[in-house]
């Protein structure tokens, strides 16, 4: 707790002018030209991560209800033509059952590319992170006088280098937020509705 006290206490001390060399300027941020970020625990850590991340979820929620919806439907429809068999023709059964198993592909179909929609969203919202947050990271980059951010997943051995994965999700939830709230995972993978509504 007293670590994240002087850290924030540092950051209120960020220069506002004057006429202080830039070079003795306090900065908050540790000088370092190399700098280590963990891309995960930032995207878990911040506000709009988080919020990325739940959107996500939520939509595999419902589109996991959604499927378990349409199986207990085509349970109780194959069900009634089952017991519907010894009272119709093989004509009349047979073209029954062709619809059916027209309605049991289409359905597989659908449930199939709103997967592959969730997919996609779940690949591309690091993506959208990264992109909505590259303005801090590169403030960061400047005020530490780094040259590059590393990931830290890609680094075996570290010495003399900053992670600097705290104060980057501290600084994005302070500038950012919880994000746009519109973009890839706002307008969700909406499952069709079942048949007959």
């Not at 030209?33 to 991340?53: A, F, K, S």
């Not at 590319?113 to 969730?118: A, G």
């Not at 980059?141 to 900053?162: E, F, K, N, Q």
């Not at 600084?171 to 890839?184: F, H, K, L, S």
Request: no cysteine.
């Amino acid at each position: 707790m007293w670590r994240s006290l002087a850290l924030a206490g540092l950051l209120l001390a960020l220069p506002v002018g004057g006429g202080v060399p830039v070079a003795a300027q306090p900065t908050g941020v540790v000088q370092s030209d190399i700098l280590v970020l963990d891309p995960e625990r930032l995207m878990n850590g911040t506000l709009y991560g988080q919020r990325l991340l739940a959107s996500i979820q939520s939509e595999r929620d419902r589109l996991v209800a959604h499927n378990r919806s349409v199986e207990a439907e085509l349970e109780r429809e194959e069900k009634s033509l089952t017991e519907r068999r010894p009272k119709l023709s093989a004509a009349e059964f047979r073209d029954l059952a062709d619809t059916f198993d027209r309605k049991v592909q289409q359905l597989r179909q659908d449930s199939e590319r709103m997967s592959r929609d969730l997919e996609r969203q779940r690949e591309i919202a690091p993506v959208q992170f990264m992109r909505m947050i590259e303005p801090v990271l590169v403030d960061i980059l400047s005020d530490s006088g780094g040259v590059v951010i590393m990931d830290v997943r890609a680094v075996l051995l570290r010495s003399g280098v900053a992670d600097i994965t705290d104060l980057a999700i501290e600084r994005v939830n302070a500038q950012i937020g919880e994000g746009p709230q519109n973009g890839p995972t706002r307008n969700g993978v909406m499952p069709p509705k079942p048949a007959g509504d």
